[in-house]
Nanobody, 123 residues
Framework: QVRLVESGGGSVQTGDSLTLSCVAS????????MGWFRQAPGKEREFVAA????????DYINDVKGRFTISRDNVKKTVYLQMDNLKPEDTAIYYC????????????????WGQGTQVTVSS
């Protein structure tokens, strides 16, 4: 069955960096769009970033542009989210997600989800 396993979360201070990893297995579509979402306490899950298989198309929410970078290693079947200059408002559970399409249309295309990894940023 499809499995997305995140790792790399932790507790850091404002301005620190973290890199999240997500290892995908048994995805039904080779080259599917991959992405990251997050959910803060009391808020709905929100889109963070997405990338096509080769990185020719990427997408970020405005709040993380210039600070977060999504990248992929398709040999390792791993997607990364490099997070720099972290802020308290980045505190959330971060979820890895996979689409069932190779072309990116928008945040609503994701259908497979990981269990999440906690990121906590203190001021």
């Amino acid at each position: 069955q499809v499995r997305l396993v995140e790792s790399g979360g932790g507790s850091v201070q404002t301005g620190d960096s973290l890199t999240l990893s997500c290892v995908a297995s048994a995805l039904p579509l080779r080259g599917a769009v991959m992405g990251w979402f997050r959910q803060a306490p009391g808020k709905e899950r929100e889109f963070v970033a997405a990338s096509t298989a080769t990185g020719t198309t990427t997408d970020y929410i405005n709040d993380v542009k210039g600070r977060f970078t999504i990248s992929r290693d398709n040999v390792k079947k791993t997607v990364y989210l490099q997070m720099d200059n972290l802020k308290p408002e980045d505190t959330a559970i971060y979820y890895c997600a996979a689409s069932d399409r190779v072309y990116y249309r928008g945040p609503s295309d994701f259908v497979f989800w990981g269990q999440g990894t906690q990121v906590t940023v203190s001021s």
